[in-house]
Structure formats: C-alpha cells, structure tokens
C-alpha cells in the first residue's frame, strides 16, 4: 500500500516490519502507531501499540475511546458506530444490540448466523472478585453488555500470563486463569465492552442478578 494522507491520517512504509504504519491522533493529542497488513493478505489492521499484542482492526478513521485501561474497549452503545471497522461483522452485530429491546425477551441464545454470530443472553448472579476467574477465548471476539446494572469486569493481557491453570478447551473455545486480573473497570448498561482472544477477562463482578448480552463474533 502506498504512502498516502487523508485527513490527517497518514500511511507511512516500515522497512523493519515490511508493512505500513498507519498513525494517526487519538485523543488529547497523543498519536500510536499500528503495522498494517496488506488488504489482499487480510482485512484487518493489526493494531500491536494500540490494543494488546496482534489485535485487529479495519483501516478506516475513526475515534477510539479508552478505558482506565490503555488496552481495554469500553464505549456507550450511542457511540457504536465508531467501533464497527474493528472486525468485517462487528457493524451487523453492535447495531442488533442498539437496535433490539432485550427487556422482556427469555434468556438463551440469539443466533444471527449460525455459529459465525451469536448472541448470549445471560441471567446470572454476580460473584466478588476472589471468586471469579480470568478466561479467554482463541476463536471469538466477546461483545459484553450488561443489562440490569452495573457490571465489574477483570482485564489482563494474554502475553503477560503463563500457562492456563484450567487448560483451553477447544469445544468450549475456553480456557481458565485462577489469579485475578490486572485491572478492573466497571460497565454500565447502555455500555459495553469488547475481548479479543489477547484480552483475558473476568466479568460477572458485583453483587445481586444480572441480565448481559455477550456477542460472540467468529474471528
């Protein structure tokens, strides 16, 4: 891909990495920088500096907002448009979210495209944070969104763990961290958050029952 400028985002080349960069302002001023692959390779952008190591997003402009977190996800729902190039199908899935009433309607599963895009509605009783475990997932992207109150959720990179103290379990696409996260963060209904396989994270945090979305989108 060419060198190129376009509002203020520019596409440099990297000889080191043998990709472009793409840099370009984030917020208060502050810039990353993210290696880019080729779209006839992939469609993704990999965002290595701006999310945790080998995330992806779409090369399209549009502002990021952080958590606490320099790694973590967590926007409101109003604001979802600005999050749909991160994955080809996460537009079809934050706008079914945005779009649906999920007040009244019975927990289970809520299938968008076979396996490929689902949703999960959760009823669940929220446990203290010694009680819940870090987990992760190789094969898809997690859309987390709670929908009664508030929700406490545990985040720590993948790269800065060892080896699962519960193993990854390919049919569950899951795997188990015993100790407890990094960093916490708390999300609001009209809020969500997204886990990327590199995102180990702990949600279901607080106290009482809870009603959540979780979008699962296949990488």
């Known amino acids: 891909m060419s060198s190129a400028t376009t509002n203020k985002t520019c596409l440099t080349t990297s000889q080191k990495d043998k990709t472009s960069i793409c840099r370009y302002p984030i917020k208060r001023g ?21 999310f945790s190591e080998n995330k992806y997003v779409c090369l399209q402009q ?4 952080f958590s606490k977190s320099k790694n973590m996800i967590i926007a409101d729902l109003s604001a979802c448009h600005r999050y749909f190039g991160l994955h080809p199908r996460m537009k079809e899935m934050l706008e079914y979210i945005l779009q649906h009433d999920f007040s009244q309607q019975e927990a289970g599963r809520i299938t968008l ?6 949703i999960n509605l959760d009823e669940v009783e929220l446990k203290c944070k010694e009680a819940q475990r870090l987990e992760f997932h190789k ?11 508030d929700e406490t959720m545990g985040w720590t990179a993948l ?5 699962p103290d519960i193993a990854y379990n390919p049919e569950r696409d899951c795997g188990f961290y015993t100790q407890g996260a ?8 009209g809020q ?3 886990f990327f396989p590199e995102d180990a994270h702990a949600p279901i945090i607080g106290n009482g029952k809870q009603r959540k979305l979780v979008g699962k989108i296949r990488i």
Do not use: G, M, W
């Open 139 to 149: 094969n898809y992207i997690d859309i987390q969104v709670p929908l009664l109150q």
């Open 113 to 118: 495209d076979a396996d490929d895009l689902f």
């Open 62 to 65: 549009f502002s990021i907002t």
């Open 30 to 50: 502050y810039t990353r920088c993210v290696p880019l692959f080729h779209f006839s390779d992939t469609r993704y952008l990999q965002a290595n500096s701006l």
């Open 159 to 163: 790269s800065d763990l060892d080896e």
């Open 182 to 189: 990094k960093e916490y963060f708390r999300v609001k209904p």
């Open 192 to 194: 969500f958050t997204i």
